[in-house]
């Protein structure tokens, strides 16, 4: 038998083992591409690593699927072993087409298992599968027991990855990454010894010590100061019925220090790190616009994720200590009502994209999402490493949302400044586009036709540049569709959602082109998932939903998203044209005339050719359906008729 076995009372043979969890990343894309090529290979690397198992005196516990279960004696020997996979398996991946290469992820922990018969369960094959979803694939994670039996042992490489809480366990685990590489980061076993457990819970304390003096006013937002405990989220009583995907909300980072430079770090780190989950598929992403709707405000965990309907929360704060930022940083279940992870980080300014990677990578190991190396820098890049150009670029992007004149002028000014200081980038590009769209959109500039020109070879260079970065494709739309083109505006809209599926501009702007492009039963759908992505929405979107629901022939929903809409703002004359059209649509003629007299008292200029001119529709029969409803409610058609012509 393996291991000291202790038999207890029911029957069941207790003992402690080393597990080695590994499974097969992106097993599924595998099976799609070619069900009989992947399963030759799985067979192939399971029978290598049987016999690799077999030779360091391990066995075999189960190996359902592409996955694999393995138990040893020896914790020196699981290492060892896993190790000897990664390395064999490397070499055999190598013989293969890049498409086609099977990536093991192994994780390995000590601990105490139940054996009945030839299986074993328990927490100790929890935690080891636990380990091995954080690990890279091709690579390995050790719980805190394993680094602590071989560290003096064996030579490796190790970088610690902090402690996880594991479902069932009451005490966070140690976490490590370790490689036969002893040149990589942070820890390396074999170069310090073992000095007993004080040094290690004094510098605990210690850390403990800095995360509540210096983390203060973070924490103190989530915990209550009596307890420690997170008062968890009600499911039943969120505003919006919470995502069958993992479902997170990043909050504002905050900014503790005087400088003013750091709170555009701060917001930035919060922006980018939002940018780059909304490229998972696998996620629910609440956009930024909703998250920094919390900024500055005394709120709880609870209040957060039931108003926005997610189940996890990411929180933090910037304080500057000299030369150095010190970045605190939190993830929470709030439903479950626990803190997942919190860790401190001491950062120059020049690390900070280093750390914004990290912190991205941390949170799709803990919502258990996996993705692949080259995935992975997809979703991270950001194609700068210029912290100036990437803090103006930040700062055109608020001075272009007032959407003034003066903004907009702002904007192209910091747009520009970020472009000298880092001339191969793409964003200031894809700003720059935009703030040229908006004035020709708007009539600011004489010449509307350069200035589409100018906006159209910015974003194409900028897609040239960055072409998995979705800003340039978003423009290119925006710049079809103003010319007309339908077609290229879908082609260029679908493109940009592709890359970031909860993006909630690119949302919002497939569904924009979808409804005028002829196809608004799906503009619906995805308009009502931008507004679901970003429950602090702005007015606008309601209304675009309403003019989808109209389109789509869907008039009463058209009328309440209309009078959504006109609740928040009365004096907007948009909704108030979506809801006469909506009412003319279902034969309530009484109720259209009295919004048309709303609309001409709103804007006595109003005519209807004119406004079917900015809707841009492809297609000439749902110009003159609409124009239809709204003539028939009594406005007038052309700018020379009578308005009195509303209150017949």
């Not at 069958?244 to 780190?269: C, H, M, R, T, Y």
């Not at 998250?291 to 709880?300: D, I, M, R």
């Not at 494709?473 to 879908?490: R, T, V």
């Not at 409610?633 to 020379?640: C, I």
Request: aromatic share 8%; charged share 25%; with cysteine.
């Amino acid at each position: 038998m393996m291991g000291k076995e202790v038999m207890e009372s029911n029957g069941f043979n207790r003992k402690l083992s080393a597990i080695l969890s590994a499974d097969v990343k992106g097993y599924s894309r595998l099976m799609r591409s070619d069900e009989e090529a992947t399963v030759r290979t799985l067979i192939q690397y399971r029978n290598i690593i049987s016999e690799l198992v077999e030779e360091y005196q391990g066995r075999i516990v189960d190996d359902p699927g592409d996955n694999i279960l393995a138990e040893f004696t020896s914790v020196v020997h699981a290492v060892q072993c896993g190790f000897e996979i990664q390395t064999t398996l490397e070499s055999e991946n190598a013989k293969r087409d890049e498409n086609r290469r099977m990536e093991f992820r192994i994780g390995i922990h000590l601990g105490d298992v139940i054996q009945d018969g030839e299986r074993i369960y328990g927490d100790g094959v929890n935690v080891a599968a636990r380990m091995e979803s954080m690990a890279e694939p091709g690579g390995i994670c050790a719980s805190g027991s394993v680094y602590d039996q071989v560290e003096d042992k064996i030579s490796f490489g190790c970088e610690f990855l902090g402690e996880r809480t594991v479902k069932n366990i009451s005490t966070p685990i140690r976490v490590y990454r370790i490689s036969r590489d002893e040149t990589g980061p942070g820890c390396r076993a074999g170069t310090s010894s073992r000095s007993g457990s004080k040094p290690l819970l004094l510098a605990a304390a210690i850390c403990l010590l800095i995360l509540v003096i210096g983390g203060v006013g973070v924490w103190s937002i989530y915990l209550s100061p009596a307890s420690g405990r997170i008062d968890a989220a009600s499911i039943e009583d969120m505003a919006y019925p919470l995502p069958e995907k993992p479902s997170i909300a990043v909050l504002p980072f905050k900014n503790l220090s005087e400088n003013e430079n750091d709170a555009l770090i701060a917001k930035g780190l919060t922006e980018d790190i939002i940018t780059a989950l909304a490229r998972v598929p696998e996620l629910f992403v609440i956009a930024s616009a909703s998250s920094f709707a919390y900024a500055g405000k005394s709120v709880t965990t609870r209040q957060v994720s039931e108003e926005l309907g997610v189940r996890y929360l990411l929180d933090g704060s910037v304080q500057r200590s000299k030369d150095r930022l010190r970045f605190t940083v939190q993830l929470v279940d709030a439903v479950g009502g626990n803190q997942i992870w919190a860790d401190r980080f001491d950062r120059t300014a020049e690390d900070l994209f280093v750390l914004q990677d990290d912190l991205v990578r941390r949170i799709l190991v803990e919502l258990q999402v996996k993705l692949t190396t080259g995935e992975f820098a997809r979703i991270a890049s950001r194609k700068t490493q210029s912290l100036d150009a990437w803090i103006l670029f930040g700062q055109g992007v608020h001075e272009g949302f007032t959407f003034t004149r003066e903004g907009m002028a702002s904007a192209r000014t910091l747009f520009e400044a970020a472009r000298e200081k880092d001339p191969n980038w793409a964003r200031p590009l894809v700003g720059l586009s935009w703030v040229y769209w908006w004035e020709a959109r708007q009539g600011w500039v004489a010449n509307h036709n350069e200035w589409i020109q100018k906006g159209q070879k910015l974003a194409e260079t900028a897609v040239e540049w960055a072409p998995e970065e979705p800003g340039g494709y978003q423009m290119l739309g925006m710049l079809a569709l103003s010319k007309g083109d339908h077609a290229q505006a879908l082609a260029y809209r679908e493109k940009a959602l592709d890359l970031a599926p909860n993006d909630f501009l690119v949302n919002w702007g497939l569904g924009g082109v979808l409804y005028k492009a002829g196809d608004p039963e799906r503009a619906v759908i995805v308009l009502q998932k931008a507004e679901r992505l970003n429950p602090h929405h702005p007015i606008s979107l309601v209304w675009t939903i309403a003019e989808a629901q109209l389109m789509a022939g869907q008039y009463e929903d058209a009328i309440n998203s209309s009078n959504r809409a006109i609740v928040r703002n009365p004096d907007a004359v948009f909704p108030h044209i979506i809801l006469t059209a909506a009412y003319s649509a279902a034969d309530r003629i009484k109720e259209a005339k009295t919004e048309a007299e709303n609309i001409l008292r709103l804007n006595p200029k109003f005519n209807v050719s004119a406004w079917m001119k900015t809707r841009l529709l492809k297609y000439p029969a749902d110009t003159e359906k609409i124009s239809n409803l709204l003539i028939q409610a009594g406005l007038p058609e052309n700018p020379s008729e009578k308005t009195e012509k509303a209150g017949k």
